[in-house]
């Protein structure tokens, strides 16, 4: 007795399927055996599944709940293990279709190498997002607890040598990614944002310095064995402008640990929060070097029009006149606080707000005939900030009320303790008798300056509204940072080695590549969707006959992550290997 699925046509051409319970019966005339409808269940895409599932139970309660085993009525076969499997599967199957597969063996075909270097390199993309560790951890996590498509086993030897090879490729896969990206998922690339972070290392000393190119790699050959010797015997610096510098290296840290070495990682992200590029600098490589590299890189890809999207910290003359180079444009923040005539004068500007969506309102104003400025205006952050300030004067206040009674040198010392506070500190006024005081000029100045932030740009395509919406996007920056530390465990990094640590930040933007990507179509967080994939399993059932793999049916809440991915559920029976 088994369930059969017959089919009918509609005169309109259209199938319907139906689910029938039947078996078989012996027809001695026709000398045949002949199949019996015991009972109709109806439209399979319109059955009783609580009917079914009573069914079930009362055949369990009848045989056992042993009896319900897959292969429990076959002598010698036993559940063996289980394994997740949505969670790699449906990495996989992104990885395919976005031809990061199909670009890495193609690559590989260049060369003598394993052509399962390429399911090896998927194994550490797909650990960075289901479960982070080491790469000697990786393997255990691959071998014994995972099911990879196309991957039963792997070594950390493997592992390491795969890591080397995609340094190789790096510029060529990066380039193939970010079109195979933009085609297929259509994204609007006009606008690019970018920013940097920092990951430090617990170690006690830095790399040591050698020379290096102007985008941070180490030269090749070293100069120490082709460059000319000065007058003291020293190795004169090469040609090009190019220094020596160690790649783990102290800078200034945005973990706020000046007291380690560190390395500097950029990413550049649409606008859609999909990153399409990720680089790796030395921990003191300053900005101006950044933002040279990633313009360079870009329009090395062949984009009709790109605009660069930065934070204050890329604001210098010396970047803006480079980003205009070859007709790019740039939207970068400027800082209010920095005093310079041209924010001066475009926040003293009168006119009138215009409101955008986003709770924001923007003001264009006209400083230079070949840049423009918007004031953008946040009245929730304007409120947020008043509320700050009012409880940091509150604060300073208290802590200075009785420090005319105190001595010269005690007062002093009151002073030295706020100056260590910038936020109390800008509102401390000291009079020339060295009295202490609030000061009510600073407080009025960062009254004007409540819920504002300041935009340049050299675009003249883009409204006041463009600049404005596009440079709050680059959250999605921030974001991806947030998650490729917390989520993706940037950071440790188990390697010392510079080539190393290259590959495993590359490894670590592929994996923010495919779960970002997962994320905006399926429109909820990667945590969400890997504890639900994960759910779905693949068992191992073994047996004096052989081995086969059933996965397990998914869940209503899985098939709908599949199907908003487009992707179909993996089959039920994954392998089946017979005994020889």
Known sequence: MFVRTSTRRNRDGTAVSYLQLVHNEWDPAAKSSKMKVVYNFGRADQVDRAGIERLIGSLTRVLGSEAMLPGAGTPGLEFTQSRPLGGAYVLNGLWDRLGLAKTLRGLLGATRRDPVTERVLFALVANRALAPSSKLAATSWVNHDVHLPGLVEVSDD?????????????????????????????????????????????????????WRDHSGRPLQPAPDATADRTADGEVAPPAGGVKQAGFRTWGKSKDHRDDLPQVVVGMAVTRDGIPVRCWCWPGNTSDSALIRQVKDDLRDWSLARVVCVADRGFTSAENRRYLQRGAGGYILGEKLRSGTGEADAALARP???????????????????????????????????????????????????????????????????????????RYLRVTPGGLLRVDAKAIAA?????????????????????????????????????????????????????????????????????????????????????AELQRLHVGTFTGSAGTYQQTTQPTPTQQRILDQLKLAPPPRILDLTPTT
Request: glycine residues 4%.
């Open 351 to 425: 006119g009138r707000y215009q409101e955008v969506a986003g709770n924001l309102r923007v003001k264009e104003v006209k400083i230079s005939d070949h840049e423009r400025f918007v004031v953008c205006h946040n009245p929730e952050a304007a409120e947020r900030d008043a509320t700050v300030r009012t409880h940091l004067v509150e604060h300073l206040r208290g802590l200075i009320a009785e420090s005319d009674k105190l001595t010269d040198t005690k007062r002093a010392e009151l002073r030295g303790v706020i100056s260590t506070k910038p936020g109390l500190n």
């Open 158 to 210: 493997a592992c390491y040598r795969a890591m080397d090879w995609l340094l190789e490729v790096e510029a060529t896969l990066a380039k193939d990614v970010y079109h195979q990206v933009a085609d297929l998922l259509n994204l609007e690339v006009d606008l690019l944002f970018f920013d940097t972070t920092s990951t430090y290392f617990v170690t006690e000393t830095a790399d040591d310095p050698v």
């Open 446 to 530: 960062e009254a004007k300056l409540d819920g504002k932030y300041l935009l340049r740009s050299n675009d003249p395509t883009l409204t006041a509204e463009d600049i404005a919406v596009g440079y709050k996007q680059l959250l999605e920056v921030e974001r991806g940072w947030r998650d490729m530390k917390q989520i993706l465990d940037l950071r440790p990094v188990y390697h010392r080695l510079e080539d190393r640590i290259r590959a495993h930040i590359i490894l670590c933007w592929l994996a923010l590549l495919l779960i970002r990507i997962i994320e905006t179509t399926c429109g909820d967080t990667w945590t969400n969707l890997r």
